[in-house]
C-alpha cells in the first residue's frame, strides 16, 4: 500500500547549518508529495508541496524536489534560523482517487540552536 | 479568508464519557478529514467526508463516527472514551472534487482531548 518513510529524529542543528530530512515514498503511479509543518501547540501548516516527477517545490528557503527515479522528496534548506524549530512531515497524497486520504510520515522533530 | 476552524480547543473527560468536536472548513471547501496525532503513532486517518457523506475511513473503532453538515461543517464523535484516545484530533479541509485529484489539505489547530 502507499506509505511514507521519513528519517527519525530528533535533529538538532546550529543556526546557519544546513538543513536536510528524508522522505521516500511507496505508491503506485505519481502520487503528489507534499511537507508540512507543526509549530508548537499548533496545527499542521503547508510548507511546500510537488504534483508531478521532477517539480520542486519551495517556500521560505525550504525547497524538494519529487524524485521519482529514488521514490524521494528530501527537504532541505540552506542556512536555518532558531525560528524554524518544529516538526515537519512528508506526506503524499495517491493518484487514484479513492478519496482524500493523505499518508504521513512519522514526523522528524528539528531544533535549531542560536 | 478565514482558515480550519475547531472547536474546542482543549476538553477533559473521564473514561466512559462521550464527546462531540467540531470543525469549520475553509469556506468553499467540501472535503473535511479529520485524524488523531499521538506521541506513539503519530498522524493517523479517522475519515473524510465529502458532501455530507463518507467517503473514506482509516481502521478505528466504530466508537469513531463523524458527519458532515450541508454547509460542510462536521462534526466527530467518541462515544465511551478511554484513556488511550487521549491525542490532538486535527480536522483538515480541502477543495477536492470528484474525479478530481486530492488536493492540498489544510488544517485546523486541533483539540487536545484528554481522558482521565
Known amino acids: 500500500g502507499d506509505s511514507v518513510t521519513q528519517m527519525e529524529g530528533p535533529v538538532t542543528l546550529s543556526e546557519e547549518a544546513f538543513l536536510t530530512i528524508n522522505c521516500t515514498y511507496t505508491a503506485t503511479g505519481y502520487p503528489s508529495l507534499f511537507w508540512y509543518v507543526q509549530y508548537p501547540g499548533e496545527g499542521l501548516q503547508l510548507l511546500l508541496k510537488?504534483?508531478?516527477?521532477?517539480d520542486k517545490g519551495s517556500n521560505k528557503g525550504f525547497e524538494a524536489t519529487y524524485r521519482k527515479e529514488t521514490t524521494s522528496f528530501h527537504l532541505e534548506k540552506g542556512s536555518v534560523q532558531v525560528s524554524d524549530s518544529a516538526v515537519y512531515f512528508c506526506?503524499?497524497?495517491?493518484?487514484?482517487?479513492?478519496?482524500?486520504?493523505?499518508?504521513f510520515g512519522t514526523g522528524t522533530s528539528l531544533t535549531v540552536i542560536p | 479568508k478565514a482558515g480550519v476552524t475547531q472547536t474546542p480547543r482543549y476538553l477533559i473527560k473521564t473514561r466512559g464519557q462521550q464527546v462531540t468536536l467540531s470543525c469549520s472548513p475553509i469556506s468553499g471547501h467540501r472535503s473535511v478529514s479529520w485524524y488523531q496525532q499521538t506521541p506513539g503513532q503519530g498522524l493517523q486517518f479517522l475519515f473524510e467526508y465529502f458532501s455530507e457523506t463518507q467517503r473514506n475511513k482509516g481502521n478505528f473503532p466504530g466508537r469513531f463516527s463523524g458527519r458532515q453538515f450541508s454547509n460542510s461543517r462536521s462534526e466527530m464523535n467518541v462515544s465511551t472514551l478511554e484513556l488511550g484516545d487521549s491525542a490532538l484530533y486535527l480536522c483538515?479541509?480541502?477543495?477536492?472534487?470528484?474525479?478530481?485529484?486530492?488536493?492540498?489539505?489544510?488544517f485546523g489547530p486541533g483539540t487536545r482531548l484528554t481522558v482521565l
Open positions: 506526506a503524499l497524497s495517491p493518484p487514484t482517487n479513492t478519496g482524500n486520504q493523505f499518508y
Open positions: 483538515a479541509s480541502s477543495l477536492a472534487w470528484f474525479g478530481a485529484r486530492a488536493d492540498t489539505q489544510y
Open positions: 510537488a504534483t508531478k516527477a521532477d
